[in-house]
């Protein structure tokens, strides 16, 4: 996989108006989200939507709360595997809202955001584990200051608010096969 201008040529790209510059230009942490609209149903076009900042409020009940809410994320990863991107890895996307990574705050300036199509509780696909695992070595090639272990959950970098990406996310099964694979390329 290769990045041309931080947008990548193994995902479909799908332009979000949702960005801006990041203030340092730095890439050093990976936050790991999860999302489905409405939730628990997944392969609708509601997520291109809502990063897009067309969604239909009113085609479900449940969107009313994202009228006007303008978020996106890097990549999404389907649960065919499929990855989506919104906006280039070398912008800021606006996926972390209100966080805190060490000693600082607004997380969305040097990180990279990936959600996962899923919930908190429903088991992840192989081939979402598959993709995420192939786009994150990719991605520790490409942005040298990301790192395996500046890899994090929303839950972690917004503790009091968010969940994501749940007990569902197997962290041992990712991370491990991550060092597997940085371990082999030092060798
Ligand atoms: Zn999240």
């Known amino acids: ?6 947008w990548c040529d193994g995902a479909l790209r799908c332009v979000s108006p949702h960005f801006n510059q990041r203030p340092l230009g730095e890439v ?16 609708l076009p509601y997520i291109d939507q809502l990063f897009q900042g067309c969604l239909d409020t009113d ?24 990855r989506v991107q919104y906006v280039s890895c070398d912008d800021r996307a606006w996926h972390a809202g209100l966080s805190r990574y ?47 272990d500046r890899i994090v959950g929303h839950c972690d970098i917004a503790p009091i608010r968010k969940t994501d990406p749940g007990q569902s996310f197997a ?10 694979y940085t371990e082999a390329m030092r060798s």
């Open 1 to 6: 996989m290769r990045f041309d201008s931080g």
């Open 28 to 43: 050093s942490l990976l936050v790991i989200h999860n999302i489905s609209l409405p939730a628990g149903c997944f392969g």
């Open 59 to 82: 085609a479900d009940a449940s969107f009313a709360p994202l009228q006007g809410l303008q978020v996106s994320a890097h990549f999404l990863i389907r649960r065919n595997g499929e």
């Open 102 to 148: 060490g000693e600082r705050d607004n997380c969305n300036d040097f990180s990279i955001g990936i959600e996962l199509e899923g919930t908190d509780t429903e088991p992840y696909t192989d081939e979402q584990y598959q993709s995420l695992i192939e786009l994150t070595q990719a991605l520790l090639l490409e942005y040298p200051l990301l790192t395996t």
């Open 171 to 180: 962290w041992e099964r990712y991370l491990g096969k991550l060092k597997e």
